[in-house]
């Protein structure tokens, strides 16, 4: 929601709300600005902290705004001449999303997940923490969470819900058999391993997200420092707008 003017005059006009269940004209699907970059959108299904999918993901796309898309175009070719391909884990995300996140953090005793994605951090400590944000950057549509996987690799393994679930933390091989490259941890690891600068973590592991690092910093993204997956779009044009439009194809002008 656009926040309103801090003291409306009571002859003006009410606030123009961009918002509501449609999207406005610049932001568009990431696949249709580049179809290479993977998806694995966590939050429209059950593999992800919560174990459900969350309220405002009708389908599992990516949608940006049409300046941060295209600068993650940029990245791309950048990788891809590494041998690399994105993987968009999360893009928009509705402030319904970021709503269903603060509803569940009040229900201590839901920890479905606790076992892969927040081993040995508190669940009362996951916002208080900086490891989920509401508002968050997200719902502006100029931030994203990613990886990198190789071009030609191997397939990631399917999610069953119900499955027994290995730390985030633990080492690449043991943990959740994702097809990313190495980061230290897998994604949404709410976990100070998962600090980008994290001293622990191995040296391949170092050099990976310095890769991701570097060329997404050379697009205009900053990273979040609390997570080696998390950038945003520094020059995102709706800096003041947190939007609550489905991520759905329905959603676009
Ligand atoms: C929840 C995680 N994927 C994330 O994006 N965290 C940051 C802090 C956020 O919610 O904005
Ligand atoms: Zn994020």
Redesign the pocket.
Same mark, same amino acid.
């Given at each position: 929601c656009q926040r309103p003017p801090p003291s409306p005059s009571p002859s003006a006009p009410p606030s123009p709300t961009p918002t509501g269940p449609r999207a406005p004209a610049d932001i568009v699907d990431l696949s249709a600005v580049d179809p290479t970059v993977r998806t694995d959108i966590r939050y429209a299904g059950p593999h992800n902290?919560v174990g459900r999918p969350i309220d405002g993901y009708a389908e599992p796309r990516c949608l940006l705004t049409r300046p941060a898309a295209q600068a993650l175009h940029r990245v791309q070719t950048a990788a891809l001449a590494g041998g690399h391909s994105l993987k968009v884990? $999360?893009c928009y995300?509705p402030q319904r999303a =970021?709503d269903d996140?603060v509803a569940w953090a009040k229900l201590p005793g839901d920890q479905l997940m606790k076992g892969e994605f927040y081993p040995a951090v508190p669940k009362d400590r996951l916002f208080a923490d /900086?490891?989920? /944000? =509401?508002p968050? =950057? %997200?719902s502006r549509g100029s931030?994203v969470?990613l990886t990198l996987v190789p071009v030609s690799g191997p397939t990631q393994a399917a999610y069953a819900p119900g499955q027994p679930l290995v730390p985030c933390t633990d080492p690449a091989g043991r943990r959740f058999a994702d097809d990313s490259i190495d980061m230290g941890t897998g994604? $949404?690891c709410?976990d100070p391993r998962a600090h980008t600068a994290d001293a622990r973590i191995s040296d391949t592991a170092r050099t990976n997200r310095d890769l991701l690092r570097r060329l997404m910093s050379a697009q205009g993204f900053e990273n979040?420092p609390?997570?080696w997956? %998390?950038y945003r779009y520094v020059d995102e044009p709706y800096p003041d707008t947190w939007f609550d439009f489905p991520v759905a194809g329905s959603s676009l002008r």
């Open positions: 902290f884990y $999360d995300r =970021a996140f /900086g490891y989920i /944000g =509401a968050t =950057a %997200h931030t969470d994604f $949404d709410f979040y609390l997570e997956w %998390h």
